[in-house]
């Protein structure tokens, strides 16, 4: 997928990639390093390179990124005497042999820009500010990793994002949202203000409701940021992609920053990606005057501003026209012109004159995006079953007075630990009422638990992101003789943020069984009998090389701990492909033996709907023909009603009126001066496909004030019935229009009382047939 990331970035107008490094991937055992397939950084960064495109390289190697232990590898928390990232010498050790091993590689590779390579910024540590009061020796591991940095000569700037003591020549830079208006600016007069994080939306952890952050708005804080001199802004992300496998971190989403101008499967969110673009062409159109003008403000009435970069000699003149009010609409009147300006926008006009772009009027095209079943997914819809089986004393062979803390059982090698014990009842120990039931209450200290009594599912509990531990209880049957009890714990990704990660605990702590005729039964210090891992995990069952190794039959629904499997032939075309999974719990899906991360179907928000119920399937993974599809579903599903699904983009739309500026492609700089390539410039709606699609029909065209939003639009007052055939004769079967938007060109009223002049359309995009 990298080279089409790569690609409609730049066609976005970005010209530098930012990627972090990733220490648990690249060492994930002591002196054993990994470079190889989808963890090839020398070949990332070539391939940025071979776009034309800057890298920024976040070494770290501490990274939080919502990644599994913020990056630190488990073997790390095995080191005598740590603590991470303060001034600890086995913590720096081996900070400082990752960083130089990086460095290097780097180095031989020629890829730091003083070597011809692409790399303009490196990055140390990250956001230590947030800790930094949690260790007494925060000051001097700072001013330590700052040094250490400066002394590889690498030959870029180095950052520290969020560290307002940046020592050194080391840059600090702002994350958020707004840093525009947030940031209090570099600690030094020679340093640039550089914000590394702009979040596009904000991460989600199972059991949230959805994120958002329009367009206009992003970027707002984007014009905001460079109207004040403002050097590098960064999206966190442009592109969030998937955590694959188990590289979330604590409770984090396997979809991540979905929201972004690249959605999860590397499609164009419109209109964020359209809009961004025309801002950064925007910019680029004033560059002469950002980079050597001398700025000066200009204030109007409270909220209302104009930022100026100014050449005299040269005839540059640079203005960013602000509107800081967030509920305000105004005019300002500059130099002899008056200018509209929405609340909470920016207009900007390379030449102080015209304006070629304002944060608030978008002028790209909007998008929905659907998901459509695909063929494959009814066809050969046949699951069988594997059922985990619950460890025998054999199997489970660590043993111990009460059960052990979880991480240091699976050191990060899975998610489950299998916790078993048994005792003995009599039959005056029961219950002697029916309608008192024995209860079991476990203590956990997170992150999710599954109970089994005497081979029986009887319940699941889980923390949440915020607090990870929770009790259990649940009521169940026991009998006279020996019971046993079985838990599956399990944790959901390693914590990523705050101090001390290396002292964090999982796993279960106290079990007691309430409600015998006897008392409260206390099994904490009882003998308790521990596997690690799944035995599906363990015989590999999700390869199809190792399928075979365990019997499965024909599959029930509904069943806990039970692996599922099917085949399935790769859907036609090209569009990107998808697992829904609503009719599952939670668990984990393999295709062809890759992990396509967790899922949690069970959890829902406080909207009622789970946070995440649809999963990308890359269709790197796939072959054309019998793909195999293993599940593990740990408390219960109905595999059958798995779907496989197609993702597109191609229900497009637009909402453009007579007041927008004109689009972006109208305008050029020659000579120090704004002119357009069109003669008269005027404003315009455009509508385009993907590749090898074409405008199929049009749902809906209005031209005079229509309402609502893209697949949700209404016709308003001053509407013209002739918009629509208007429309589809400048669109149907093209693979792009332009429509203009003006009364004259739908026969509309232009005199018809309040009207805004709005041209409001929805086109269906679909594959060209051989008659297009």
């Known amino acids: 997928m990298w080279p089409d990331i790569i690609k409609k970035a730049k066609e976005g107008g970005l010209n530098t990639i930012q990627t972090y490094v990733f220490w648990n991937a690249h060492e994930p055992l002591y002196g054993q390093f990994n470079f190889e397939g989808r963890y090839d950084l020398v070949k990332f960064i070539k391939l940025v390179q071979a776009h034309g495109m800057y890298v920024t390289l976040r070494i770290g190697p501490f990274i939080q990124a919502e990644w599994n232990h913020g990056g630190l590898p488990y073997w790390l928390r095995e080191v005598a005497n740590i603590t991470f990232r303060t001034d600890n010498q086995p913590y720096m050790f081996h900070m400082e042999r990752f960083t130089k091993m990086i460095v290097q590689k780097m180095k031989d590779e020629k890829l730091f820009a003083n070597q011809g390579g692409p790399i303009i910024l490196a990055q140390i540590e990250n956001e230590y500010n947030n800790v930094a009061r949690a260790f007494q020796g925060g000051a001097n591991y700072i001013q330590w990793a700052g040094n250490m940095a400066v002394g590889l000569n690498v030959g870029v700037p180095w950052v520290m994002c969020k560290q307002n003591d940046a020592p050194g020549p080391v840059i600090n830079a702002c994350n958020g949202r707004n840093c525009g208006d947030t940031f209090a600016g570099p600690n030094h007069p020679s340093k640039p203000a550089l914000w590394t994080e702009n979040w596009t939306a904000q991460y989600r952890v199972f059991g949230d409701p959805p994120s958002q952050r329009s367009a206009e708005d992003l970027a707002y804080s984007v014009a905001r940021f460079f109207s004040k001199n403002g050097t590098l802004t960064n999206y966190y992300m442009y592109h969030g992609g998937t955590n694959f496998g188990r590289t979330g971190a604590a409770f984090v989403m396997t979809r991540y920053y979905d929201e972004a101008p690249l959605d999860e499967y590397g499609l164009q969110k419109e209109p964020k990606w359209g809009h961004l673009k025309d801002l950064h062409n925007a910019l680029k159109l004033c560059r002469k005057g950002l980079l050597w003008g001398t700025p000066s403000v200009q204030k109007f009435d409270a ?71 695909a063929k494959a997914s009814k066809e050969n819809n046949q699951w069988q079953m594997y059922t985990e089986q619950i460890p025998t004393s054999r199997d489970a062979n660590v043993v111990s007075k009460g059960p052990l803390e979880l991480l240091n059982m699976t050191k990060d090698t899975t998610d489950y630990l299998w916790y078993t014990t048994s005792f003995r009842l009599d039959d005056d120990d029961l219950p002697m009422r029916h309608d008192i039931r024995p209860v079991l209450q476990v203590s956990n200290l997170g992150h999710a638990m599954h109970a089994f009594v005497n081979g029986k599912y009887i319940g699941s509990g889980h923390g949440t992101k915020i607090e990870k531990s929770f009790v259990f209880q649940k009521p169940m049957d026991l009998k006279a003789g020996v019971n046993r009890i079985a838990i599956l714990g399990l944790t959901v990704g390693l914590p990523d943020s705050g101090a001390y990660l290396e002292h964090r605990l999982s796993g279960v702590h106290t079990v007691v069984i309430q409600g015998l005729n006897a008392g409260t039964l206390d099994l904490s210090q009882n003998l308790w009998r521990h596997q690690v891992g799944l035995t599906g995990e363990h015989l590999g069952i999700f390869d199809e090389q190792r399928a075979n190794a365990v019997k499965w039959e024909e599959a029930q629904s509904d069943a806990a701990a039970t692996w599922y499997k099917r085949y399935f032939d790769a859907p036609s075309g090209n569009d990107p492909v998808a697992v829904g999974l609503s009719s599952m719990g939670k668990g984990q899906v393999w295709i062809n033996g890759e992990s396509i991360g967790r899922f949690w179907v069970s959890y829902l928000s406080p909207l009622g709907k789970a946070s995440q119920s649809i999963y990308h399937l890359p269709r790197s ?56 390539v069109v003669g008269d410039a005027k404003p315009e709606a455009r509508l385009k496909c993907g590749e090898k699609k074409v405008i199929r029909s049009i749902v809906f065209a209005s031209f005079g004030n229509p309402d609502g939003m893209c697949g949700n639009f209404t016709v308003g007052s001053c509407h013209t019935p002739q918009a629509k055939s208007v429309v589809e004769k400048a669109c149907l079967g093209k693979e792009s229009c332009a429509l203009p938007v003006s009364a004259e060109a739908y026969g509309a009223d232009a005199g018809c009382p309040g009207t805004t002049a709005t041209l409001a359309v929805q086109a269906k995009c679909a594959r060209k047939s051989k008659k297009d």
């Not at 909220?303 to 005839?315: D, Q, T, V, W």
């Not at 599809?629 to 453009?656: A, Q």
Request: hydrophobic letters at 35%; glycine letters at 4%.
């Open 303 to 373: 909220g209302f501003e104009a930022r100026l970069y100014e050449i005299p000699e040269s005839k540059v003149c640079v203005a960013f026209l602000t509107n800081t009010n967030a509920k305000k609409d105004g005019v300002v009147n500059f130099r002899g012109v008056e200018y509209y300006l929405p609340r909470r926008s920016i207009s900007i006009l390379p030449d102080c004159k015209t304006v070629v772009f304002n944060s608030q009027q978008v002028n790209s095209q909007h998008n929905a995006r659907t998901f459509d079943i």
């Open 621 to 676: 993974f796939l072959k054309p023909k019998n793909n195999l599809m293993v599940v593990f579903e740990e408390h219960g599903g109905k595999p059958k009603d798995i779907e496989i699904l197609t993702v597109k983009r191609d229900n497009i739309c637009t909402f453009v009126s007579a007041q927008h500026p004109a689009q972006i492609g109208t305008w050029s700089r020659e000579d120090s001066q704004i002119r357009s």
